[in-house]
């Protein structure tokens, strides 16, 4: 599947959606709704290579930034290397995963830093249930049915938010794998007394060692300022003789892996 998103609106969308709906086998309405959205916006997901290169030609000539890729050759999170302990040594920047698996990167390697801001949905309902006397019931059935049962339900809904840093690497032309900054799963010894009292303190001041460290890194912030949509990502169910909870989870971290790939993509190939 190849993915077609614009990074940079021209001018004249109003006057070229209906041209572009009608490629796509769409309404303008529903097209519309599609890109309204933070930039960048997924105009469509085509299986053939050669449509997709054709309807990013076409957006190109209309004057918008836009790039192209096979949804395969993007990085999900659980693939990249993600920090748990890091250090700065000199000019190179030095990590250990979860697994202590070492990794290092010098400054002259590091292309992108992708500041960005994931946010989960957690919605919980649970119904209890229970039986208590009832007189009412036992006079209507001539104490045949002396209790009744009565179930509550109350909902819950819980959000929570995590700061992140995609380091993306460039060896050549191509550009590597990212290693990803978590706010709540690194330690900040590495920063010695530039560590925070919070997880918050500490991440805004590994983002200034970061950019200090590699001045000549492009770095971007739109993904922590703009709230991508979130989506389905799991549900649960469990229950005992008279509780029943069941979750719904939801969350937008997949589409800003797939966001900051696009960007660091679009400003290699000069469509920001």
């Not at 007394?193 to 912030?221: I, N, Q, V, W």
Request: with cysteine.
């Amino acid at each position: 599947m190849f993915i077609v998103a614009i990074t940079r609106w021209g001018a004249g969308f109003d006057q070229q959606l209906p041209e572009l709906a009608s490629m796509l086998g769409m309404f303008p309405y529903d097209l519309r709704a599609r890109v309204a959205g933070p930039l960048p916006v997924i105009v469509a997901r085509i299986p053939e290579r050669e449509r997709a290169s054709q309807l990013l030609t076409r957006l190109r000539d209309w004057g918008h930034g836009v790039v192209g890729c096979d949804a395969d050759t993007v990085p999900s999170a659980a693939a990249m290397h993600q920090p748990r302990d890091f250090s700065f040594d000199g000019e190179t920047l030095r990590t250990q995963d979860h697994a202590s698996a070492p990794a290092s990167i010098h400054a002259s390697e590091v292309y992108a830093l992708i500041h960005a801001m994931v946010l989960a949905d957690h919605q919980t309902t649970k119904e209890r249930t229970s039986k208590s006397f009832s007189a009412a019931r036992a006079v209507l059935t001539g104490g045949m049915v002396m209790t009744r049962t009565s179930t509550s339900t109350t909902h819950s809904n819980t959000s929570e938010s995590e700061e992140r840093i995609y380091l993306f690497r460039r060896t050549g032309t191509r550009l590597g794998d990212p290693m990803l900054f978590c706010q709540h799963q690194l330690r900040y010894t590495g920063l010695g007394e530039a560590m925070g009292h919070s997880s918050h303190e500490s991440f805004a001041a590994l983002t200034t060692r970061l950019r200090s460290s590699f001045p000549g890194a492009y770095y971007d912030d739109q993904l922590r300022s703009s709230r991508r949509k979130t989506t389905f990502t799991a549900a649960t169910s469990a229950s005992s003789k008279a509780t029943k909870v069941s979750s719904v989870i939801s969350s937008n971290a997949s589409g800003v892996d797939l966001a900051a790939y696009l960007l660091v993509m679009a400003h290699s190939r000069g469509q920001l």
